[in-house]
C-alpha cells in the first residue's frame, strides 16, 4: 500500500501488534534508523513510528479507560516530559487505538496535518492566563473591556493565542497564549506588570504546558 521509506507495514510483527494502544501524542523522530517500535528501559512507553514521527503509546486492555486522578496525572506527566525535550502534538485523556494497524492507518491518513502542526509549535510552550477581578471598577470603565485590551497586549508577546470558554466560571477572561520556550520567564513578567498596572484585575498565569488548545487532530 505504502512504499515510501520509513513508511510502517501493518503485517511486521512486533509485541505491540496485538494490543490496544492508548495515545498519549506525536513528537518528530530523533533518528530514521533503528527499530520501528521501541521501549524505554524501566518504562511501559512504546514509540511507533511511521515516517519521521513517533506515536507515543502504552499497551492497554481495549476498554474504556478510568478517569481518576492518578490516571489524569499519569497522562499529564508522559505529555509534560516530551515536552521538555521538543514539540508534541499532544491527545487528550482517553484517546485509544484498538490496534497498531488502526494507529499506523491514522498516522498516515493525518500526516500533512500533523507534520504542519509539530513545525507550528516547533519551539514553544502553552501559557495560559486567567483574569479576574479584585476590585470594583472605576467610574466609565467596564472590567470585561479592559480584561481584553490586556489580552491584546499579551497577544503580542506570543506566537498565537486563542480566549477560551468557561461558562460556569466567574472569572473576565481565560486564554492560552503560544509562547516562544526562551520567552516564557518574560511573558509571565509582562502579566505580572500589567496586574500592577490595572490592579483592579488579577492575572493568574499557569504552564507551561504541552500545547492542547492549539491542536485538533481527528483521531
Given amino acids: 500500500m505504502n512504499s515510501e521509506p520509513g513508511a ?3 503485517q511486521a510483527t512486533n509485541p505491540a501488534q496485538d494490543q490496544a494502544l492508548y495515545l498519549y501524542g506525536i513528537v518528530r523522530a530523533r533518528s530514521w534508523r533503528g527499530r520501528r517500535v521501541t521501549r524505554r528501559a524501566g518504562e511501559d512507553l512504546i514509540r511507533v513510528r511511521f ?3 513517533e506515536a507515543l503509546v502504552r499497551a492497554v486492555p481495549y476498554a474504556l479507560p478510568p478517569s481518576g486522578e492518578d490516571q489524569l496525572r499519569e497522562h499529564q506527566r ?6 521538555h525535550r521538543g514539540a508534541i502534538v499532544p491527545f487528550p485523556y482517553g484517546v485509544i487505538f484498538r490496534s497498531r494497524r488502526q494507529l499506523i492507518r ?3 491518513d493525518q500526516y500533512l496535518v500533523i507534520d ?3 513545525s507550528f509549535l516547533d519551539g ?5 492566563v486567567h483574569i479576574s477581578a479584585s ?5 466609565g470603565v467596564e472590567l470585561g473591556d479592559l480584561a481584553m485590551e490586556c489580552y491584546a497586549e ?3 508577546h506570543a506566537r498565537a493565542a486563542v480566549p477560551l470558554r468557561e461558562p460556569e466560571s466567574k472569572r473576565l477572561l481565560t486564554a492560552a497564549f503560544l509562547v516562544e520556550r526562551a520567552a516564557w520567564v518574560e511573558f509571565v513578567a509582562r502579566a505580572e506588570d500589567l496586574g500592577s498596572v490595572h490592579p483592579q484585575l488579577s492575572f493568574d498565569v499557569t504552564g507551561p504546558w504541552p500545547p492542547y488548545d492549539f491542536v485538533r487532530i481527528s483521531a
Fill in 124 to 128: 514553544t510552550w502553552e501559557m495560559r
Fill in 116 to 118: 504542519d502542526a509539530l
Fill in 106 to 108: 491514522m498516522l498516515q
Fill in 51 to 53: 515516517r519521521d514521527l
Fill in 78 to 83: 508522559v505529555a509534560d516530559a516530551a515536552m
Fill in 8 to 10: 510502517e507495514h501493518p
Fill in 154 to 156: 499579551l497577544r503580542r
Fill in 135 to 139: 476590585a470594583p471598577p472605576e467610574a
